[in-house]
């Protein structure tokens, strides 16, 4: 803040920026720190363990997530997919892929009669393969 001694005062009209950037630093560290977690998958899934697998691919051009209380997700989709319109959205999804792959990442508390009602979908579809994700078991040094 400046004195003005003596002569004409002048008005100034600039603003005060500090406290503008201050809030703006602010906004921008809350986003950082709330954005992967609003972007995160809500209801994660406990993969099931398997001590023989193997690596996954690179690219998954298609995956099936089910949750334990058995709502599904194909492709990273928000919009929940039901078992009576499940093969049509397969269908769908696999109309730009060459090869009908399917991995399916599934919650280790699903039940398995859920389980097998999918997999005679996926059938039903035309489905060459379904790979099921796994998470890997560690071996315990005994």
């Known amino acids: ?12 009209s600039e603003p005060n920026v500090v406290p503008l950037c ?21 209801g994660t899934i406990k993969l099931p363990v398997a001590l023989n697998t ?15 209380d058995g709502t599904m997700f194909l492709n990273q989709d928000t919009k929940p997919v039901t078992l009576e319109n499940l093969q049509t959205a397969l269908e769908e999804a696999f109309l730009t892929v060459s ?12 039940e398995f009669g859920k389980i097998v009602d999918i997999i005679d979908i996926l059938k039903d ?18």
């Open 22 to 42: 201050d809030v703006l630093l602010v906004l921008l560290i809350i986003f950082m720190v709330l954005t992967p977690l609003i972007t995160s998958e809500k």
């Open 54 to 68: 193997i690596d996954m691919p690179d690219k998954i051009d298609v995956a099936l997530k089910i949750r334990k």
């Open 99 to 110: 090869e009908k792959k399917l991995y399916i990442k599934a919650d280790m508390e699903l």
């Open 1 to 12: 803040m400046g004195l003005n001694i003596g002569g004409e005062e002048k008005v100034k």
């Open 125 to 142: 579809a035309g489905i060459d393969v379904i790979g099921i994700i796994t998470e890997k078991k560690t071996e315990k040094a005994e």
